[in-house]
């Protein structure tokens, strides 16, 4: 995906409002002395053959653009390391040909099928080191598919609100292993009755939508989609960064009383792209 100097300007004003957004929340938390330290950095990657250009036969023909928003996911990685490691005397840098010549060797290394949809789960540690978990996913034929109008009521996933709020932190705004609050999140509300195809959603003390547990989100607002704002605590997500870059979703304030049952809702991150859901309860 070939972007224009107007989209990597967004790009480069979303990235600075993660920062910023990050830096007022981790201050808000380390006053609450809740500061967490055993975590690891996390960015979920969509390894899918038939994104690219031209569909690899082996694994020598996979490239760059196999790996949904890959250039969206290390930009994460590098701003989210920065934020966690401001206060250390170096500074880890990660560069997209690293990140993919990892990322190819481990599929040939572990004799995955090259024609088959992967979930990876890309983790990095505070000190720089990477591990890969490897998943195989559902095939998605199309990524933006929950943007059409015509969803069949068995793509459509059910939805519950969480009534319960919680804590704005670094830990909402950036991905990592730190979930406890998401766990939970689905623990709690979510019944098990169409697994992989259920989302709960959350609000924040201040009584604001932010996301859900495994996805950022867009209720449809006076005829637009509209994403809750960073300052939320929402996760700075890489679908979402996209999705505002191309105009699909705008962001707004929203708060839990915007989502109703029966409401329409998008859900996206890495992996599912964009799918659509209904809000089945308020739990």
């Not at 890969?132 to 609100?161: A, K, M, S």
């Not at 996301?211 to 006076?222: P, Q, R």
Request: proline share 4%; with cysteine.
């Amino acid at each position: 995906m070939a972007r224009t100097k107007s989209e990597d300007n967004v790009s480069k004003l979303t990235t600075e409002e993660c920062k910023q957004s990050g830096r007022e929340l981790y201050q808000k938390y380390i006053q609450q002395n809740q500061e967490v330290t055993d975590f690891q950095i996390v960015s979920t990657i969509r390894y899918d053959p038939n994104i690219s250009k031209v569909k690899p036969k082996a694994v020598d023909d996979i490239t760059a653009e196999n790996f949904f928003l890959l250039p969206e996911h290390i930009n994460r990685l590098q701003f989210t390391i920065e934020f966690f490691t401001r206060n250390e005397e170096t500074t880890l840098v990660f560069e997209e040909k690293t990140i993919l010549d990892q990322l190819v060797t481990s599929i040939k290394d572990n004799s995955h099928p090259v024609d088959t949809p992967l979930r990876i789960r890309l983790l990095v540690g505070l000190d720089g080191q990477v591990t890969l978990e490897f998943f195989e996913t559902i095939e998605r034929p199309n990524l933006l598919r929950g943007l059409d109008d015509d969803i069949p009521e068995d793509e459509i996933w059910d939805i519950y609100v969480d009534s319960e709020t919680i804590l704005m932190s670094p830990f909402t705004s950036f991905k990592t292993t730190h979930r406890s609050h998401y766990n939970a999140a689905r623990e709690k509300c979510l019944p098990g009755a169409r697994v992989g195809k259920e989302e709960v959603i959350l609000g924040n003390v201040r009584g604001e939508l932010m996301e859900g547990s495994i996805t950022n989100i867009a209720v449809h607002k006076d005829g637009k989609w509209v994403t809750p704002e960073l300052s939320s605590g929402c996760l700075c997500g890489v679908t979402r960064s996209f999705l505002l870059m191309n105009m699909y979703i705008k962001e707004g304030k929203l708060e839990l009383k915007d989502v109703n049952i029966g409401d329409e809702v998008l859900l996206f991150n890495g992996v599912a792209g964009v799918v659509r859901g209904q809000v089945k309860a308020i739990v």
